[in-house]
């Protein structure tokens, strides 16, 4: 099998067949296969497109690649969840303990953020002393007795992807969906979940900018999910506007922690409700979804989910004093009010570009060797709908240097798109795919 017939093959539009695809992928792992011809055929496939049983074949082989946990030894069905990635997006900090403290058990492969902001681990790093790394036999261990453990990826979780990925993104091939689907889906099943919630973002702070493309990359998600025996189901939520208020690490914990309390933003914790209700049918706790919205409102309601919080985060060394008390959380020198300059109603708030103002005043990384300010990012003050005078306060500025506060108010005043008349129009949750 040479790799210059399959690029042939598939650049004259046919399909590859699954010993085809398995050989692309070992010997691209392994080295044998330079990244010249790698390239070559991304870029067939991003014109030529595969159809679902090739999408499904590249998932597995890339699954294949590297490790595959086994997680039979925790009790339940066990759910993961994914975000396709968003600003403000907080969802793991509040949907974990919430099902868990329902009985769901959550056993979770996290990473570091690059971007806007940290990702899941970074921002459980807000809490001094928590450690995403503990021996497998611990991590089963904690989901056994806590119901919830976060690690961080290894190494040898899917490299297929991680090689295929550093060569996408520098070939202009990201933007696929095949391509997009297999990777997502690759690291969840290697994560060695038995059923999968996803949440796929739509609009400007998201990958997918409509949601046309968005349940298109949903559906195929869902195909792949089904295809090897995991019960997947994907959620469209809005992206349009940053979710919830905080942009920011510990802005956003403290945002996690408030709504555990039940005085959370609206729109963050009714996309938990959402995402979470699935979780629960997935994990057959309940057989509707308002059934499972109403064993977490309870949760959230008699304290049991922020109880949950603290038993996990004390269970991973971190410092649960800051639960309680907010104030001990990491915190800026510098909160600094932004005016609106003009008056009428927010009609859009630029997600992805007010997320690159936080990252920019140290809330996310440039580069993977960039250093994050865990204290550091926005409040928002108003979002879509709202009504603003000349005056009124936009968002608030929380920063550690005096010297970038006056381009990020800008940034922000910039970002906001303020009309004279608009009705908000545009739903939290597009559609759910089954």
């Known amino acids: ?18 010993e085809e695809i398995n050989f692309i992928i070992e010997n691209y792992t392994n080295g044998s296969i330079p990244d010249y011809q790698m390239s070559a055929l991304l870029m067939a496939i ?21 490790d595959v946990i086994d997680l039979t030894k925790i009790e339940g069905i066990k759910v993961d969840k ?48 928590f450690s995403v790394a503990m021996s497998e036999e611990k991590f089963i261990d904690n989901v056994n007795t806590h119901k919830i453990a976060v690690a961080g990826q290894t190494a040898h979780l899917v490299p ?10 520098v070939t202009a091939t990201v933007d696929n969906v095949s391509l997009i689907a297999s990777s997502i889906m690759s690291k969840k099943i290697a994560s060695g979940a038995d059923a999968i919630v996803l949440d796929v973002k739509v609009g400007d ?71 979470g209700s699935q979780m629960l049918i997935l994990a057959e706790k309940a057989s509707t979804e308002e059934e499972a919205r109403k064993m977490l409102e309870e949760v959230i309601e ?25 104030t001990k959380l990491p915190k800026a020198k510098y909160v600094v009010e932004v005016k609106a300059t003009e008056e009428g109603v927010v009609k859009k708030i630029h997600s992805d570009k007010m997320g690159i103002v936080a990252m920019e ?17 926005i409040v928002l003050n108003k979002k879509r709908g709202d009504k603003v005078k000349k005056g009124d306060v936009l968002a608030y500025i929380h920063s550690n240097n005096e010297s ?22 545009i739903p939290l949750v597009h559609d759910i795919i089954k």
Not at 90 to 106: C, K, S
Request: a negative charge; one cysteine or more; aromatic letters at 4%.
């Open 361 to 377: 005043l140290g809330a996310g990384r440039a580069t993977k060797e960039s250093e994050i300010d865990l204290a550091v990012g």
């Open 160 to 169: 297929a992807d991680k090689k295929i990925y550093a060569l996408r993104d």
């Open 82 to 129: 994914h975000s396709t990635g968003g600003v403000g997006d907080t969802t793991t900090l509040i949907l974990t303990p919430m099902v868990a403290a329902v009985g769901v058990p959550v056993a979770k492969m996290s990473g570091r953020g690059l971007g806007h902001t940290g990702g899941t681990i970074d921002k459980l790093e807000t809490f001094e002393n």
């Open 1 to 18: 099998m040479r790799m210059y017939d399959l690029i042939l093959k598939k650049r004259n539009g046919e399909e590859l067949t699954t």
């Open 404 to 425: 970038n506060i006056e381009k990020a108010t800008k940034g922000v005043i910039e970002n906001y798109v303020i009309v004279e008349n608009y009705e908000n129009n």
């Open 205 to 275: 702070g998201a990958f997918m900018k409509t949601v046309e493309n968005a349940r298109e990359l949903g559906n195929e998600m869902v195909k792949i999910g089904k295809s090897v025996n995991r019960n997947t189901i994907a959620v469209l939520s809005d992206m349009d506007q940053p979710l919830g208020f905080a942009i920011g690490n510990a802005l956003e914990v403290e945002e996690a922690i408030e709504t555990l309390k039940g005085n959370g933003p609206k729109d963050l914790e009714e996309l938990c409700l959402t995402l």
């Open 46 to 66: 991003y014109f030529k497109k595969m159809n679902e049983r090739e999408t499904a074949d590249l998932t597995m082989a890339m699954v294949n690649s590297g």
């Open 302 to 326: 008699n304290g049991s989910a922020l109880e949950k919080l603290k038993e996990f985060v004390e269970a991973q060394g971190g410092d649960i004093s800051v639960i309680d008390d907010t």
